[in-house]
Nanobody
Framework: QVQLVESGGGWVQAGGSLRLSCAAS????????MGWYRQTAGNQRELVAA???????SYADSVKGRFTISRDNAKNTVYLQMNSLKPEDTDVYYC?????????WGQGTRVTVSS
């Protein structure tokens, strides 16, 4: 299993930036993939950005060109740099990890973007 500790949420005006962090309790190379998700209106978690063990990244269309996911291997930490934030980015962001066939989640961190 893995514990995920998130930080970095907060309030920002539209056009501003925030960086989210997710620290994992086990080495990065033992985790298949890590990513950031947010809750949809239908209470589903949609992928915002993800990074695999091999370093392959993927993004939701709505954040391409604005958000960047990265990893610090020495700290077993994944970051989500969010630039040019929009009010529609307001949500609770969850860090997720896949270890084997199981999914794990952090507690969530709230991002609020005011217009």
């Amino acid at each position: 299993q893995v514990q995920l500790v998130e930080s970095g949420g907060g309030w920002v005006q539209a056009g501003g930036s925030l960086r989210l962090s997710c620290a994992a309790s086990r080495p990065w190379f033992t985790i298949n993939a890590m990513g950031w998700y947010r809750q949809t209106a239908g209470n589903q978690r949609e992928l915002v950005a993800a990074i695999t063990t091999g370093g392959t990244t993927s993004y939701a269309d709505s954040v391409k060109g604005r958000f960047t996911i990265s990893r610090d291997n020495a700290k077993n930490t994944v970051y989500l740099q969010m630039n040019s934030l929009k009010p529609e980015d307001t949500d609770v962001y969850y860090c997720g990890a896949v270890v084997g066939v199981r999914n794990y989640w952090g507690q969530g961190t709230r991002v609020t973007v005011s217009s």
